[in-house]
Nanobody, 119 residues
Framework: QVQLVESGGGLVQAGGSLRLSCVLS????????MGWYRQAPGKQRELVAT???????NYADSVKGRFTISRDNAKNTMYLQMNSLKPEDTAVYYC?????????????WGQGTLVTVSS
């Protein structure tokens, strides 16, 4: 089993920065990618950024150049550095781990951390 715990959300003014953290515990067997997703009120959950085990990254167009995904394998922790925050970045941010073992796939999610950006 995989457990994910996010932290680092909060209230910040537009133009400010926050860093989210996601700690993975449990078995990392088959984990081939991790990422950040967000869900704003009344909207569907959307991809923010992902990182494969190879280190390749993918970002939503809306956050390119402002957000950076990274990881510390020794600490089993993934980060999302968010700079130049905008009110439209306000959302609950979720950590995700994608697992693939043979033909079986699983997605694991954290409980979410709220980011509020005031104008």
């Amino acid at each position: 089993q995989v457990q994910l715990v996010e932290s680092g959300g909060g209230l910040v003014q537009a133009g400010g920065s926050l860093r989210l953290s996601c700690v993975l515990s449990g078995s990392k067997l088959g984990i081939d990618a991790m990422g950040w997703y967000r869900q704003a009120p009344g909207k569907q959950r959307e991809l923010v950024a992902t990182m494969a085990t190879s280190g390749s990254t993918n970002y939503a167009d809306s956050v390119k150049g402002r957000f950076t995904i990274s990881r510390d394998n020794a600490k089993n922790t993934m980060y999302l550095q968010m700079n130049s925050l905008k009110p439209e970045d306000t959302a609950v941010y979720y950590c995700n781990a994608h697992q693939r073992i043979l033909i079986k796939e699983n997605d694991y999610w954290g409980q979410g951390t709220l980011v509020t950006v005031s104008s």
